[in-house]
C-alpha cells in the first residue's frame, strides 16, 4: 500500500518557519522525484517544489524561491520542506506529491495545513 504521510504543520507567526515532513512507503522512492504542492480554499493546487531522485536538482515556485528548501532523505523515504520568512499568503494546505520518472503517474498525501497569521 503507497503511503505519502505529511507531518509539520500548524500554525506560525509572520516571518516565522515551519518544517514539514513527508515520510513514504510502498513504492521505490527513488524512481519518484517528490514534490510540494499547496491548495487554498476556491483555489487550484500550485507547484512548490520539487527534487530529483539522485541529482537531488531542485525547482522552485517564483514565490517561494530563496524562502524555501526542498530536501530529501533516500535512504530513509522521506522528504523535507524547510519554509522560512513566512508570510500570509503562503497559508494553504501542503501535499507532498511523488511523480514518477518515467511514467510520470503521480502518488498524493492527504495534506497538511499552514496557517501564517499573527
Known amino acids: 500500500e503507497v503511503q505519502l504521510v505529511e507531518s509539520g504543520g500548524g500554525l506560525v507567526q509572520p516571518g516565522g518557519s515551519l518544517r514539514l515532513s513527508c515520510a513514504t512507503s510502498g513504492f521505490t522512492f527513488t524512481n519518484y522525484v517528490m514534490k510540494w504542492h499547496r491548495q487554498t480554499p476556491g483555489a487550484e493546487r500550485e507547484f512548490v517544489a520539487s527534487i530529483e531522485p539522485f541529482t537531488t536538482a531542485t525547482n522552485y515556485a517564483d514565490s517561494v524561491n530563496g524562502r524555501f528548501t526542498i530536501s530529501r532523505r533516500n535512504a530513509e523515504n522521506t522528504v523535507y520542506l524547510q519554509m522560512n520568512a513566512l508570510k500570509a499568503e503562503d497559508t494553504a494546505v501542503y501535499y507532498c506529491?511523488?511523480?514518477?520518472?518515467?511514467?510520470?503517474?503521480?502518488?498524493w498525501g492527504q495534506g497538511t495545513q499552514v496557517t501564517v497569521s499573527s
Open positions: 506529491v511523488a511523480r514518477n520518472r518515467y511514467t510520470r503517474s503521480e502518488y
